[in-house]
């Protein structure tokens, strides 16, 4: 078992994170609880700038909002000079209610309404990624209208998929997202940006995959981006200013897992800028790295309940949370590793399997894992948790969604408060044919 950022064990052995007894987080805010470790959140979004330092190139390094999105996580962004890509209102709407500054906000997503675009237009964000022809001509429309200029930046799909080991290049690429490459469409949608009134187009945009580790895919995409630029200089006399190649940089869950170090992907995405643009056109280089900016430096802590034995077949012990809070197992079969944080020293002696405790037989956290031999009480910590847990959280079963705490130098402090009973019925309505007389249920 891998211990990440801050963590260690005590001398009670207990598993401590940010300097706080998790036996005493889950006393103090109950269980399950999303715990993060503000200094390693911190500690990754300072090696993606040093890096890109490094490299001498001008940058920007977006956090993928949709990986953990919290008022809290918005601050920690905006404080670290940081950019954000948002992907909806609601993602658009936290960062400003967090004060995060909006000349530094990207706006992605396949199909924004033109509320969105209007909310984006009114609140100044930096840019839109924009992903197709309808939203180009309602974009210019919304931004002449309102006597105002957005600044765009085209989202291509390169034909370029890298998974975890491996990319495919794909040639004619069958995605929901962007302006496809091979066919020209690319092209004609800088031709209309340059025609159309209220649009400015910084460059391009895209996005590989996730969870990859190894760098010849970003080395492809940026090749096949620089062609594109070279193209459509010569066309139109277009010079492109911004590169965005999008986030998927892989994390550790378990021990299989390689992912190469953050200065070997940007140094790789540097080197292949360089060699393909000349000295005076290299335009800004930007990443979006969500999952390895927060995914490691969350940890689930769970109070184990019941505990099944099936003879000869199979050992369960349940949680009181489970797909509601982390579908990802279920969704993708992703696995992930646990400990006992109340008894770290000792040592394993029991395969057994996590379950939750919501009505769905796949509802499984963790398919055989080793650990010493588990009681009731005892409390678990499922590791590497902080992305997409928190933010695809649900209620299924009528859950409540788990507090979320930020620990940092023996501080611990609630950043999104467990949900209530009465936030589960809080949009809940019966209509009058359904009260009886008296108006009672
Ligand atoms: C999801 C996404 C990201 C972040 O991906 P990670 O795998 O979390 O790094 C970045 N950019 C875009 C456009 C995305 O859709």
Request: charged share 25%; proline share 3%; hydrophobic share 35%.
């Amino acid at each position: 078992m891998r211990l990440r950022g801050t963590s260690q064990f005590n001398d009670q052995g207990h598993l401590e994170i940010g300097g706080c007894d998790t036996v005493e987080l889950a006393e103090q805010f109950g269980t399950p609880l999303y715990i993060m470790d503000e200094w390693m959140i911190r500690q990754r979004m300072r090696e993606y700038m040093q890096a890109f330092q490094k490299t001498g190139l001008a940058f920007q390094v977006a956090y993928a909002s949709k990986a953990f999105s919290t008022l809290a996580m918005c601050r920690l962004v905006a404080e670290e000079g940081l950019h954000l890509d948002v992907v909806s209102d609601g993602e658009l709407f936290t960062a400003l209610k967090a004060g995060f500054p909006a000349e530094r906000i990207y706006f992605h997503g396949n199909n924004k309404t033109r509320e969105e675009l209007e909310m984006g237009l009114d609140a100044g964000i930096g840019w839109f990624v924009v992903d197709n022809f309808n939203e180009l001509s309602m974009l210019s429309s919304l931004a002449y209208k309102k006597g105002l200029t957005a600044r765009v930046l085209l989202r291509t799909t390169p034909g370029v998929e890298a998974h975890t080991h491996t990319y495919i290049q794909t040639g004619q690429e069958d995605s929901k997202f962007g302006f496809n490459l091979a066919s020209g469409q690319v092209h004609k949608a800088v031709e209309r940006c340059l025609q159309y009134k209220g649009l400015k187009v910084d460059g391009f945009h895209c996005h590989i995959g996730s969870q990859i580790f190894e760098t010849d895919g970003f080395r492809l995409a940026v090749q096949k981006l620089v062609t594109l630029s070279e193209e459509c200089r010569n066309l139109f006399g277009f010079q492109t200013r911004i590169l965005n190649l999008g986030g998927g940089f892989g994390i550790r869950y378990n021990e299989e897992d390689r992912p190469m170090s953050v200065d070997q992907y940007i140094f790789a995405i540097a080197e292949e800028i360089r060699s393909g643009f000349s000295e005076k056109d290299i335009p800004q280089v930007v990443v979006e790295p969500g999952r390895s900016i927060v995914g490691e430096a969350g940890t689930t802590l769970y109070r184990v309940g019941t505990i099944k034995q099936i003879p000869g077949v199979r050992k369960y012990i349940s949680v009181d949370g489970g797909m509601n809070d982390n579908p990802r197992p279920a969704l993708y079969r992703a696995s992930y590793e646990a400990i006992l944080a109340n008894r770290t020293s000792e040592q394993p002696e029991e395969t057994v399997s996590v379950a939750g405790k919501l009505c769905e037989s796949g509802d499984m956290l963790i398919w055989d894992i080793d650990l010493p031999h588990v009681k009731s009480g005892d409390l678990l910590a499922v590791t590497c948790t902080g992305a997409y847990n928190y933010s695809m959280a649900n209620n299924y079963n009528r859950l409540r969604r788990p507090a979320v705490v930020f620990v940092r130098d023996g501080y611990s402090d609630v950043v999104v408060r467990r949900e209530s009973m009465e936030d589960l019925i809080k949009n809940d309505r019966i209509p009058n044919r359904l009260l009886t007389p008296n108006g009672q249920c």
